[in-house]
């Protein structure tokens, strides 16, 4: 699979440091590699690979990311997967 790009700055993913613990389950979960764990809390390393899954906020226990599942790329890709919708969002090409 291609390296997809969501469209710049318009992800909905939020990190709330402040709430952060370090735990890195965010950056466990994350398929695109979107957080890191360092000094001692996660970090958002590229906002614009977020696909908007979900997972990171899903397995946050300290609830210090948020973001707008079922929106954009990844619910697309999903819908289609399971036969609901084309597997596309329109933003990239698909052959």
């Known amino acids: 699979m291609p390296d997809l790009r969501y469209i710049p700055n318009v992800v909905t ?6 709430k952060c613990t370090g735990c890195g389950r965010c950056a466990e979960v994350c398929p695109h590699g979107v ?5 001692p809390t996660a970090r958002i390393v590229d906002r614009d690979a977020c696909m908007e899954c979900g997972a990171c ?3 946050c226990p300290a609830q210090a990311l948020s973001v707008n599942a079922g929106v954009g790329c990844a619910a697309a890709v999903l819908a289609g ?10 933003c990239c090409e698909t052959s």
């Open 57 to 59: 906020a899903r397995n």
């Open 35 to 39: 957080l890191v764990v360092e000094n």
């Open 13 to 18: 993913l939020e990190l709330d440091a402040e």
């Open 81 to 90: 997967a399971v036969g609901r919708a084309e597997s596309s969002c329109g």
